[in-house]
């Protein structure tokens, strides 16, 4: 594949916010993006005109779609891994399944960080009641359950306080694998979001903070205050992991520092991520025009901030306080065009951003 030219169209599994951010850079280079989701309405739907709204088993459905397009990304991680890899022996899908595979599940996902020298919580497999209690020998509490796949903001997880309330704790999270992590007694959580084109050139924002309340991403806060050489070995441990994967898109790296300043990483997310919205306004190159620009095979651009910034999600009826944002000087409003606001569901998010180091 060599570099798309301006009109050529991006096909995007997933219709929600991270897919509409996506398709307004990819507007702004030229291209046309084309959504595929099963979804009614998706917010992505309604900034281009070319949806199609099928399950993403649909072969059919994935064949016809990709014929419509000349490159295929995603904007949401769980999507049954036939229909992209499916998608692949038709049209160019980044990043690569291989990757999505990876990404998707926890139990491989640890793996591969540890087996590239990465350094995670503590954590072993469980399937059933037998390795659950080795695994609770092994880790200790306090622990948490996490099921290996489709979970996301905290969601299928159990924190176990005390070794006796092992199985409860199965029976909350459900049937299939998991894997049992040791609690990380953390300083604070950061990310790092990287992006990787296809000759191998890398390009990541600088590491940013990200406070949570009950199991969403909160606040984000860019730059992360930690000391410079543990951002050096964030960005390290980023770039590492990108190049391993051998990655063509867009990675965010969540990780936790530890009070003595280690560096663990938590989760993989191979999409733009929430905790690089800020990008939109404070850097000179997007998240997602990052995005754009990997799959497109055109170089990276640059990642610099030109402001320090703070992204605060309006999560549920927090959307309700858009006429004050828009009256805040200095405030950057961006609504998902989702018409009910659910508790916890992420309707928009304000950026405020102040100079640099201030
Ligand atoms: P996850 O779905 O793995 O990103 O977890 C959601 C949130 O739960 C994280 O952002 C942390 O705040 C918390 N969490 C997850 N795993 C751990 C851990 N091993 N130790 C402490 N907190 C954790």
């Not at 798309?4 to 046309?32: E, K, N, S």
């Not at 995603?74 to 890899?85: H, L, R, Y």
């Not at 990876?102 to 020298?117: P, T, V, W, Y």
């Not at 799959?295 to 640059?302: R, S």
Request: charged share 20%.
């Amino acid at each position: 594949m060599t570099r798309l030219a301006p009109g050529a169209a991006i096909g995007v599994l997933g219709g929600g916010q991270l897919g509409r951010m996506t398709a307004m850079a990819a507007a702004r280079l030229g291209y046309r993006t084309h959504i595929f989701c099963p979804e009614a309405d998706p917010p992505a739907g309604q900034v281009t005109p070319l949806v199609t709204r099928a399950d993403y088993g649909d072969r059919d459905a994935l064949a016809r779609f990709a014929r419509s397009v000349d490159v295929v990304t995603f904007e949401f991680e769980n999507i049954p891994i036939d229909g992209p890899a499916h998608l692949a022996t038709l049209v160019p899908v980044l990043p690569s399944p291989d990757v999505l595979a990876i990404c998707q599940d926890r139990i491989r996902e640890k793996s591969f960080l540890n087996a590239i020298g990465v350094a995670t919580a503590p954590w072993r497999p469980v399937d059933d009641g037998a390795s659950f209690a080795s695994a609770l020998t092994a880790i200790g509490v306090p622990a948490i359950l996490k099921t290996a796949r489709l979970g996301y903001d905290g969601k299928g997880q159990v924190r176990i306080r005390d070794a006796g309330a092992g199985a409860d704790a199965l029976r909350a999270i459900g049937a299939g694998p998991a894997i049992l992590e040791g609690m990380v007694d953390f300083a604070c959580e950061i990310s790092v979001v990287i992006a990787r084109g296809r000759d191998g050139s890398e390009a990541n924002y600088v590491p940013v903070e990200n406070r949570h309340k009950d199991g969403i991403l909160d606040e984000t806060i860019a730059p992360a205050a930690v000391l410079p050489a543990v951002a050096r070995e964030a960005e390290r441990i980023a770039r590492l992991i990108a190049g391993k994967l051998g990655l063509v898109g867009v990675l965010a790296i969540e990780m936790f520092i530890t009070r003595d300043g280690s560096v663990l990483v938590n989760e993989l997310a191979p999409r733009p991520h929430n905790s690089g919205h800020w990008t939109i306004d404070a850097c000179a190159t997007s998240q997602f025009e990052q995005l754009v620009r990997a799959v497109a095979g055109l170089p990276l651009g640059d990642p610099a901030r030109v402001a320090d910034a703070t992204m605060k999600n309006l999560i549920g009826d927090d959307v309700n306080t858009w006429p004050a944002l828009l009256a805040e000087p200095g405030a950057r409003l961006h609504l998902y065009g989702k018409a009910e606001a659910r508790p916890g569901r992420k309707m928009g998010h304000v950026t405020r951003l102040r100079p640099i180091g201030t």
